[in-house]
């Protein structure tokens, strides 16, 4: 479904993996370090077309909402995170799904993995911080979902 690779779109949309290298991992929020680098969807890819889009060629008038939408992570959280969904839909709109941040995190902190057994020694990745963290980057993108599902009409964002 993608015309770019998951690396293209990371650099077209927020920079290659060079600029990040001192930064952290958005799932884990443990530092790179040498830790190979992946872009991450933070919504996996058949929500976030959906709701609100994925980079197609070089240039996309929903580039403030791509920005929200792409981030670089370990490999092994990203491969842990996979196509867990980080939000859900609520009798009050569209929410962050917490239990499954919690359940990726879980996920990560008890892997046997190579990589995921290295970030686990810079401490643990479970904490109250990292949760608040990991919500804090997907808040932006469950407020554009309520906000075009206000925008169509709740009845008619459910149907699409």
């Known amino acids: 479904m993608e015309k770019l690779t998951a690396v293209e779109q990371c650099n077209l949309v927020i920079g290659n993996k060079e600029q990040y290298s001192n930064d952290k991992c958005y799932i884990c929020n443990h530092p790179f370090y040498k830790h190979a680098l992946e872009c991450e969807h933070i919504l996996p890819l058949e929500t976030a077309i959906t709701h609100i889009t994925i980079l197609q060629d070089k240039k996309s008038v929903f580039d403030d909402y791509l920005k929200k939408e792409y981030k670089w992570a370990h490999k092994c959280c990203n491969v842990i995170k996979n196509n867990i969904d980080v939000i859900k839909y609520t009798e009050n709109g ?67």
Request: proline share 3%; glycine share 4%.
């Open 94 to 160: 569209w929410e962050v799904d917490i239990d499954n941040i919690e359940i990726i995190l879980d996920k990560i902190k008890y892997s046997e993995s190579t990589g995921c057994r290295t970030i686990n020694q810079y401490g643990p990745v479970d904490t109250v911080d990292n949760v608040n963290n990991f919500i804090a980057i997907v808040e932006p993108l469950v407020d554009i979902i309520n906000k075009n599902t206000l925008l169509i009409g709740e009845n008619y964002y459910k149907l699409y």
